[in-house]
């Protein structure tokens, strides 16, 4: 078929010379690149022993703060679910006890509070409609894992360790 | 006096009975050139006149007088003249005069939307949406009161209260007795029941309904679950109330029934109201007659994955022969 762009260019192979049917330098050559890469500084990095430093707007697992007394601050309001365009975030909202007032700083907070890690894109939707600034991406890559129901991940992995517990 | 007097709202003419207000000849017209009204409800007698949003520009004031009516006019108090041409969102003054009345109805408001009931179908809300600017100016402390409980169904919040005065009239002409009103005068006035007496008759949880915002919830579906997440379905029973249609909207999540509201029409007004037997006490779907999905409104938030074909609601029986077989799939998807 005639070729659209005329830029075909037609390989034409030539008969090997002397110095190439004897493969010796060839090798060498070879190896010679192999061998020096022993020496340069290696493009990999051991994962997840060591991990790369991260963009600034990376997004990874999500994290559910605290304010500054340590009271949770989500409230359940919904939003972050509402906003999920693979609807990965499911919660049950409770009202609040007196006796709880310094676990939790509004009257509403999230009982339960599930993302599915399976479902989950990371496209930070849920972050920019959070009116409460409880939920941010700014966690590590979500790890892998051999069951399903292992990656429905609940309050237990979401939220931040307490004031004290953080050092 | 009952013949046609012609109305002009926009420059949209139209031709309503005498006597008629000119929020209403709008809403005869509909669409976009209707007022908003946060305290003027078309059910309640003595309704209106309170939260100014609804105010329009009068320019002509009527084919015999063709001055202009000095003041910008609350539509729902004022009834058309004949000639009379009224402008609404076409004016730039009327639509700055509402964006500042939105912002003082909110300066004593909490902006609590996302702990509050209401939020996703709040007047006040959508309100503040169309008109309201993004943050507030207002700088010092706002009003608060501990919240009430109205007998054991009804919630009230008097912090997100904007006195519009719907209740107390709901209380007043829907109820046969009122035990509940408005209490001190000015910034300090409050809805309140008198020594925290319940409110306690057929048909006081239509309260709930015409509140405008948060203010009175219904406190059987308190924080169970967010409006747009529910699916309001219309459905009916033969309520043996002789006041009551027994015609509402469920509002489901999943195959339960979360809450029973009177049905609403366009303007966010009642069709009729209902008893509390049918609001409080059917919760079950063998209680109601489903008709059809209830139509929302696309701007509304709760048309979020709302379908309006009918289908039944599925209830899944567990098979426990399937799940016997299955148990370690089973188990492997399932967290608790």
Redesign the interface.
Known sequence: MESLSNKKKVLEQKPLSFMERMYLPAIAKGMGITISHLFKKEATVRYPEVEREFSTNFRGMHSLKRDENGKERC?????C??SCPAEAITMI???RKPEEKHLYR???YAATY?INMLRCIFCGLCEEAC??EAIYLDGPIVPADY???DF?Y?KDKLVEAPLEMKK | MSEKVKVTIDGITVEVDNGTTILNAARQIGGDIVPPAMCYYSKLQGSGGKCRTCIVKVTKGSEKDPRPMPKLVASCRTTVMDGMEVLNITSPEVLEARAGVVEILLINHPLDCPVCDQAGECDLQNLGYEHGLQKTRYEFERRTFERIDIGDKIQLHMNRCILCYRCVFTADQITNKRVHGILNRGDHSEISTYIQQAVDNDFSGNVIDVCPVGALTDKTFRFKNRVWFTKPVDAHRDCDHEKCSGKVTLWYKGADVLRVTARKDQFGEVEDFICNTCRFDKKATADWVIERPTHIDDTSVIASNHYETLKPLHVIQPNEALQAANEIELHKTVKY
């Open positions: 409230t359940a309001c919904g939003l679910a509402l909202a409770a009202e509004e009257e509403k599930e009116p409460k069951l399903r129901k429905i609940g």
